[in-house]
C-alpha cells in the first residue's frame, strides 16, 4: 500500500529506539537508569486534582467550543498579564491539546508549500517535523555552544530569504536549556520585524529557570514585536501536567481564528475536564511550584558537576528546563565507536543508562540528559558513564 507522500517524509523520532530497548532491558531485569523523560517526575499538585474531581462530579463532561472554554481563556489571559503585562483577549488566545497541537495548528494555518522556517539547532525535535507536515522547508541555523547554543541576530539575518515566514525561539530551550536574554530578543526581534517574520515563541519551559535569570518573552518587549508573535505555552512542564494535554497560543486574532477552525474540523475542544483542571492550575497558590523548581535546580548543579568532572565531556550549564547537553565529540573520538548514536546505544548495552543522542536535535556531537530523575539516579548514572569513558578510552 501506497502511503500519503507527507508521511512518507516523516522521520521517526530518534529518542524512540533507545526508549524501547531501555524497556526491554528493565522487563529483563536489568537495573536501567533512564535519562530520556520528557516530563517532570513529579504528580501533578493535589489542588488541581481536586479541581478536576469537582468538574467531573458537576458533570463538565461535554463538548466545549474548539477553542477552549471562556474561563480558561480568561485564566490564560491573567497569567500572561500577571507574568509578562501582555494584553490580550479572548479572540487572540486558542487552548489546545498540549503545546505540541498549538505549534501544529500555527504550521498549519501559517505555511504555504516552500515557505521558509528559521530554526535554530538544536531544537526540539517536533519542529522540523510539523515544518515539514505543513509543506514548509525548515532552515537551520546552528547555534554554537560558544554563544550558549543562542543564535546571533547576524545569524538569523543571513539566513532570511524571499521566502522566509517565520521563525522559531524556545527560550529556555530543549534541548540545551539555553535562555535568551531580554537585549538578546530585542535584537533577534529587530530582524524579525524588518523582514516581517512571524516569531513562534515557544516558553514552555518558562516557569523552571534557575539562579537570578528571569524568563522574557519577546512578545512584551514592544507593540510591534507583539502583533508579529505567536506565544505557545501551556501546563505540562510548569505544573507537572504532561498527561492532561493542555497548551495554549497568544496571538493575532486571524492566525488564532483559523487555528480555532482547524482544531474543530481535527481534534475538537481539548479534554474539557483539563480545561478546568488548567483554571486550577492557574489559579492555585503559585508558590507551591517550587518545590519541585528547588529540587530541579539542585539536580541540574549536581548533575553538571559530575558530568563536567568525566575527562572529555564538556557541558554548558543551562539556565532553565530539565536536561543538560554535554557535548561528547571527544570522548566518541577517542572510543572505538563511529558516532554517539553507537556510543548511546552501547552505552545502554554495558551500564544500562538510556540518554537521548543529540543527533535528534541536530547536533550529533552532544547527548540530552533529562534530570527528571532522583539524585540517587543521576549520581549512580554519572558514576556509570564516568566508568564506560574510561573503559573506551
Ligand atoms: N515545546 C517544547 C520545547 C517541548 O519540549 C515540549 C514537550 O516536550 C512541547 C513543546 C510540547 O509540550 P506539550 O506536552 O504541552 O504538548
Not at 501533578?44 to 477552549?68: C, F, R, S
Not at 501551556?234 to 477552525?261: C, D, E, F, L, P
Not at 479534554?271 to 492557574?282: H, P
Not at 554517539?340 to 544500562?352: A, G, I, P, R, S
Request: some cysteine.
Amino acid at each position: 500500500m501506497e502511503l500519503a507522500d507527507r508521511v512518507q517524509a516523516l522521520t521517526p523520532s530518534t529518542t524512540l529506539a533507545i526508549t524501547s530497548k531501555a524497556k526491554a532491558l528493565k522487563e529483563e531485569g536489568h537495573d536501567v537508569i533512564g535519562l530520556g523523560a520528557g516530563e517532570p517526575d513529579f504528580n501533578t499538585p493535589e489542588d488541581i486534582l481536586n479541581v478536576a474531581k469537582k468538574a467531573m462530579d458537576e458533570g463538565k463532561t461535554t463538548y466545549t467550543p474548539a477553542g477552549g472554554i471562556p474561563a480558561l481563556k480568561q485564566a490564560i489571559i491573567k497569567k500572561l498579564q500577571e507574568d509578562q503585562g501582555l494584553q490580550y483577549n479572548e479572540k487572540e488566545i486558542i487552548v489546545t491539546t498540549g503545546a505540541k497541537h498549538a505549534l501544529y495548528n500555527l504550521f498549519q494555518v501559517l505555511l504555504n508549500r516552500g515557505d521558509e522556517v528559521v530554526i535554530p539547532v538544536p531544537y526540539w525535535v517536533s519542529y522540523p517535523e510539523q515544518v515539514k507536515l505543513a509543506e514548509g522547508q525548515p532552515v537551520y541555523v546552528k547555534a554554537s555552544e560558544e554563544n550558549d547554543f543562542k543564535m546571533t541576530p547576524e545569524q538569523l539575518e543571513n539566513s532570511i530569504t524571499d521566502y522566509t515566514k517565520a521563525v522559531i525561539l524556545n527560550s529556555p530551550s530543549n534541548p540545551t536549556g539555553t535562555l535568551y536574554t531580554q537585549e538578546e530578543l530585542k535584537a533577534l526581534g529587530e530582524v524579525a520585524l524588518k523582514h516581517d517574520l512571524i516569531i513562534v515563541s515557544d516558553e514552555i519551559y518558562e516557569k523552571l529557570i534557575y539562579g537570578s535569570e528571569e524568563h522574557v518573552s519577546i512578545a512584551q518587549l514592544s507593540d510591534e514585536l507583539k502583533e508579529n508573535t505567536v506565544v505557545i505555552n501551556g501546563v505540562s512542564k510548569s505544573h507537572a501536567m504532561t498527561g492532561w494535554r493542555i497548551g495554549y497560543a497568544a496571538g493575532n486574532q486571524q492566525i488564532i481564528q483559523a487555528m480555532s477552525n482547524l482544531s474543530s474540523h481535527s481534534t475538537s475542544n481539548p479534554t474539557t475536564i483539563s480545561q478546568f483542571a488548567a483554571i486550577g492550575a492557574y489559579s492555585m497558590d503559585q508558590h507551591k511550584l517550587n518545590e519541585m523548581k528547588d529540587a530541579f535546580e539542585e539536580r541540574l548543579n549536581k548533575l553538571y558537576e559530575w558530568m563536567s568532572e568525566i575527562p572529555g565531556i564538556s557541558c554548558v550549564k543551562p539556565k532553565g528546563a530539565f536536561y543538560l547537553f554535554p557535548n561528547i565529540s571527544e570522548v566518541v573520538a577517542n572510543s572505538p565507536f563511529d558516532s554517539t548514536d553507537e556510543w548511546v546505544k552501547q552505552l545502554l548495552e554495558e551500564e544500562k543508562v538510556a540518554v537521548v543522542p543529540g543527533s535528534g536535535f541536530g547536533s550529533p556531537e552532544n547527548i540530552r540528559l533529562s534530570y527528571a530523575t532522583s539524585l540517587e539516579n543521576l549520581e549512580e548514572a554519572s558514576k556509570r558513564i564516568a566508568r564506560f569513558v574510561k573503559k573506551h578510552s
